[in-house]
């Protein structure tokens, strides 16, 4: 194994099915989301967007919605990336 704690952090990585109804720490979001703002992006584009919800009725009711969104956004992406290898 590795002494390095990020790649021992992957690793010991698991999938979580069942997810507590238990409301995450504005702290421990704000903290989530600026990592992730730290991430190398292509270019240096950074054109990221986080969405914090945390309101459950809402996220119920936006679910479906957003799975379709985000599928559309993924396969016009897909395709872009197509359209510059091919030119």
């Given at each position: 194994?590795?002494?390095?704690?990020?790649?021992?952090?992957?690793?010991?990585?698991?999938?979580?099915?069942?997810?507590?109804?238990?409301?995450?720490?504005?702290?421990?979001?704000?903290?989530?989301?600026?990592?992730?703002?730290?991430?190398?992006?292509?270019?240096?584009?950074q054109l990221w967007?986080?969405?914090?919800?945390?309101?459950?009725?809402?996220?119920?009711?936006?679910?479906?919605?957003?799975?379709?969104?985000?599928?559309?956004?993924?396969?016009?992406?897909?395709?872009?990336?197509q359209r510059c290898h091919?030119?």
């Amino acid at each position: 194994m590795t002494t390095n704690e990020t790649i021992a952090t992957i690793y010991q990585r698991r999938a979580v099915r069942n997810h507590k109804v238990k409301p995450v720490e504005k702290d421990l979001i704000e903290q989530i989301i600026d990592a992730g703002r730290m991430a190398p992006s292509a270019m240096n584009r950074q054109l990221w967007k986080f969405y914090v919800l945390t309101d459950w009725e809402l996220i119920g009711s936006l679910s479906p919605r957003i799975v379709k969104v985000a599928n559309f956004e993924l396969g016009a992406e897909r395709l872009n990336t197509q359209r510059c290898h091919n030119k």
